[in-house]
């Protein structure tokens, strides 16, 4: 009954969205001067649209029979993946389709469908897998669509339904579904002009860090797409690790993928190590190894590890600032504890003295008599902002971004305004979401990252990715990076470790991404991009304007040409908030107390907002994939 159903189900959502407002289609664009660029040109109509305009747009191309074929199978993808009516009908055009293509055609087909169910809404997709007759489940493009809905539990016994799916022999192109090739040496996919490398990517495509997997394998995409327009054809094989017997599948990847990158996670990389890897170099994508003493001689290590933060901080405070003493105030949990200590014996070895304390994160109040021991702080007098005598001139903060607005404003109202506040890579990913809080707090505030949308290699990537669900930024950048680096070392069999330890140190590549190098002992070093926290969530560091608000005062460096208007522009502004801060605390009178919240309550309440809110987000729009090529 739900077979029957689930067609009728998806025709009622077509007539309920067109009982909304319709947007009207773009405007048609100049012929092109081919079919294939007709159908891109048409694609870049639908972006922006939701699913049901997206379907309409794409029943009108469907059934226009004027309009070149290239762009009416693209749109019959999209009509097949979309909320409509119509949707059981492209399908069966497609089938047929795949039925009378070659070998090369079927996995252009095959990945055009994927790109198009990747970026499907849930509901509409739930749809499509329970719609699917039980007697083509194998056959395209139903079996793709039963295997998306089931990587998303989306349909019943989704387990059972992916052990049936997965036979590589199903599909022309298997990588596309996380399995390696049938047969050995071949990925199933005709290549013309032979393949130069290949390269297998061990990532999460569905569960909780799918949408991590697969922002990676999209900037893989993006790599060989870029080289094979350079005339060097790279085959990507992609395994997803939380399919069962994934590992199984990696020992079956052809003899000449030497080149393995992953997994993300520990637990996977043991799992995977339980058995012998011969003929693999692997490059695990972790801040470090279960067992560092690896690194360099059976596994090697591709990404950014807490030592490259520390690192990065250090070599600007020391060798920019002349800063020579720290502090370090770290929460009493176990990243803060390893991150300190960390901290403190890489400073030792610079021969820089540190001072440490430590709060307890779930003890805010705390914080306060914590910090004002941990400065050294006087006891603020009447209308005088509190001195910090502690001698160090940085202090590093190893906890997450969520605390720093509390924790930088209570070490601020100790005195500490004037000190170097140091942070780590986990601020970049809680910034994404950061706005509306006072710039001027963290005007002396660095922390490091790995994208930089304004480093010259960055470019290609973010050119490369226009048009493409997942956005251009680091885990793109690592799987882009990843690519291009595996084509740059050229192996067609594994070498010894001393080889490609040597390798990896003469290698030199336009990195996309913070730029990775090698010692002659394998152990790989990240050297990081420098930021600092703005109203738009990160602005890369402007080392030479940060120096000038440091010394003299002047702009703020964190703060756009749109934004200075708003914030105060010196050092000695700060002193002047600072001063009415400490007024409120001891209880002088402040001026328009009835209608704006205290600052000293901003900072010594928890649940004080830290400033303006910010505006409702829009619905977000539906992203149509790119037609792969042919």
Known sequence: MLRLLCPLLLALCCCLGACLPQLSPSPAPPAPRDDASAAEAWLRTLEGKTPLEQARLAEIAWNDVVRP???????????????SSQSLAAQQTLSRAYAQAAPARRAALERTLMA?????????LRLLGASVPRNQEKTFPWSLILWQAASKQLVSNSAAVLERLADPALYADPTLVGLAAPVAGSTGVSLPGGVSCRVALLLPLSGTFGAVGNQVAAGAAVAASQLEATGSRVDVIIVDTEQPGWTSRVAALPADCVVVGGPL????????????????????????LPNPQEEGTALWRFFTSPQDQIDAVLDFAMGELGVNAFGVLAPDDAYGGRMADLFRQTAARRGAPVSSATYPVKDIPAWTDISGKFLQATTPERGKVPEARAPFGAIFLPDSWKNMDMLVSTLHYHGGHQKIMLGTALWEQGLASTRGFNPVTFGLTVFPGAWNPQAPGAAALIEG?????????DWAALGYDFVR??????????????????KLAALRLDWAGAPMAWDSQGKAHRRLYLFQPSRAGSVPLDHAAFARYRSSGGALPNVDASDAANAPANPAGLTDELDKLVNSVVGAPQASQASQVPPAQQILSPNAPAGRPAAAAPPPAVPVAPAPAL
Do not use: E
């Not at 996670?265 to 470090?288: K, Q, V």
């Open 485 to 502: 680096m595996a084509a740059a070392l050229g192996l067609a069999s594994a070498p010894s470790a001393q080889q490609m330890n040597a």
């Open 465 to 473: 990715m226009a048009g493409r669900p997942q956005p251009a930024g």
């Open 116 to 124: 198009d169910l990747r970026t499907t809404d849930d509901a509409t």
């Open 265 to 288: 996670r520990a637990d996977a990389l043991i799992s995977l190590r339980s058995s012998p890897l011969p003929g693999r170099a692997l490059f695990a994508f972790l801040p470090a």
């Open 69 to 83: 074929q290239a762009l009416r199978d693209r749109a019959a993808s999209i009509v097949a993946t979309r909320p």
